[in-house]
C-alpha cells in the first residue's frame, strides 16, 4: 500500500510537468500569462478608484457646509448686487436709457408722415403733442412728438451724402469725412448747450428735456440731404433752390413746434404776448429756429462746387 501510495505520488509529479510544460512554448517562453494573483490588486485599484471621488464630495460637502464659506458666499453676493444697482442709478442718471426707448418707437408710417411733415409743415394745423395719462404717447400713434430715430438716421445719412459730394469732387478722404462728421456733431452739441444755457437764463419752466432739443435740432439734417441731394444731381442751382425750400419748411417747424412749449398759454392760443419774460421767451424761440438755416448753409455749401 505504501509502495502504491509512493508509485502514485511519483506518477502525479509527470502530470504536473506536463501541465507546466503545455503553457511553455518550444523555446521555454510562457504561451500564457498568469493572472491568477491579478484579480485581487485590481480589485484593491478599483476600490480605491471608487473611494477617491467620495473623499472629493465630502471634502466639497465639508467646505459648502462650513458657515464661514457661506457667510463670504453671501457677502460677496450681497456686493455684488449693491454694485449692479449703483450702476444702473448712475447710468440711468447720465443716460437715461428708459427713456431713450420712448424716442424709437417709432413705425414706417410716422417716420413717412414726420418727413413729410418736416418738408411741408404748411397744411399741418394741430402741434400738441397727444397725452395719455399724462404721460405722451409713443412718437409712432402722434407725428407731434418728437423722436430719435429720424435725426440719427439723417446724421448718419448726411456724412455718407458728405462723403459722395466729395468723391466726385475728387477731394474724399477717411480724414476729411471724420473732420465732417465731428464738426456736425460738435456743432450739434454747442446748439444744444447754448439753448438749455438760453432757457437758464430767461428761467423758462417748460416740459422740454435735453433729449427733446437733441431731436428738434436734428431734424434740419433731412432738409440738409435734400439740398445735398438736388446739387449732386442737378447742380448749384437746384442746391440753393431746395435748401431754401427747406430753410423755410424747418423754419416753420420749429417756431410752431417750441412756441407750445417755451411761450405762455396765451400766445400758444394765438392771443397777444404780453410781460418782459413773454417776450423774451418769444425772442428765444425765433432765435432757435433762425439759427437752423444758417447750420443747415454753414454744413453744407462747401460741399457742393
Same mark, same amino acid.
Given at each position: 500500500?505504501?509502495?502504491?501510495? @509512493? #508509485? =502514485? $505520488?511519483?506518477?502525479?509529479?509527470?502530470?504536473?510537468?506536463?501541465?507546466?510544460?503545455?503553457?511553455?512554448?518550444?523555446?521555454?517562453?510562457?504561451?500564457?500569462?498568469?493572472?491568477?494573483?491579478?484579480?485581487?490588486? @485590481? #480589485? =484593491? $485599484?478599483y476600490r480605491n478608484q471608487q473611494t477617491e471621488p467620495q473623499q472629493a464630495g465630502f471634502a466639497g460637502q465639508s467646505l459648502l457646509s462650513d458657515p464661514m464659506s457661506n457667510l463670504a458666499m453671501a457677502y460677496g453676493s450681497s456686493l455684488a448686487s449693491q454694485g449692479k444697482e449703483m450702476v444702473d442709478k448712475n447710468l440711468d442718471r447720465f443716460i437715461p436709457i428708459s427713456k431713450l426707448k420712448y424716442y424709437f418707437a417709432v413705425d414706417t408710417v410716422y417716420v413717412g408722415k414726420k418727413l413729410g411733415l418736416l418738408v411741408f409743415p404748411y397744411m399741418h394745423n394741430n402741434w400738441e403733442v397727444s397725452y395719455q395719462q399724462d404721460t405722451p404717447v409713443a412718437p409712432r400713434f402722434d407725428v407731434n412728438a418728437p423722436d430719435l430715430y429720424i435725426p440719427a438716421m439723417s446724421f448718419i445719412t448726411y456724412v455718407l451724402v458728405a462723403g459722395v459730394a466729395l468723391g466726385t469732387q475728387n477731394r474724399f478722404s477717411p480724414e476729411l469725412l471724420g473732420v465732417q462728421a465731428s464738426s456736425a456733431l460738435v456743432w450739434l452739441i454747442m446748439e444744444v448747450l447754448a439753448v438749455l444755457l438760453s432757457l437758464y437764463l430767461v428761467t423758462v419752466n417748460t416740459d422740454l428735456t435735453t433729449i427733446d432739443l437733441l431731436a428738434f435740432s436734428g431734424y434740419k439734417y433731412v432738409g440738409m440731404i435734400v439740398g445735398l441731394v438736388a446739387g449732386l444731381l442737378f447742380g448749384r442751382p437746384a442746391y440753393y433752390l431746395?435748401?431754401?425750400?427747406?430753410?423755410?419748411?424747418?423754419f416753420v417747424f420749429t417756431i410752431r413746434t417750441l412756441r407750445l412749449k417755451l411761450l405762455s398759454e396765451a400766445a400758444a392760443e394765438g392771443k397777444l404776448v404780453?410781460?418782459?419774460?413773454?417776450?423774451?421767451?418769444?425772442?428765444?424761440?425765433?432765435?432757435?429756429?433762425?439759427?437752423?438755416?444758417?447750420?443747415?448753409?454753414?454744413?453744407?455749401?462747401?460741399?457742393?462746387?
Open positions: 500500500m505504501d509502495y502504491n501510495a @509512493t #508509485q =502514485s $505520488g511519483f506518477r502525479q509529479q509527470p502530470n504536473m510537468r506536463q501541465r507546466n510544460s503545455s503553457m511553455e512554448g518550444p523555446d521555454g517562453s510562457q504561451l500564457f500569462e498568469d493572472t491568477s494573483g491579478a484579480g485581487p490588486r @485590481t #480589485q =484593491s $485599484g431746395s435748401l431754401l425750400w427747406c430753410c423755410a419748411a424747418i404780453r410781460g418782459t419774460r413773454n417776450q423774451l421767451r418769444m425772442y428765444l424761440t425765433m432765435s432757435i429756429a433762425a439759427a437752423q438755416p444758417i447750420f443747415m448753409y454753414w454744413l453744407t455749401y462747401h460741399l457742393i462746387r
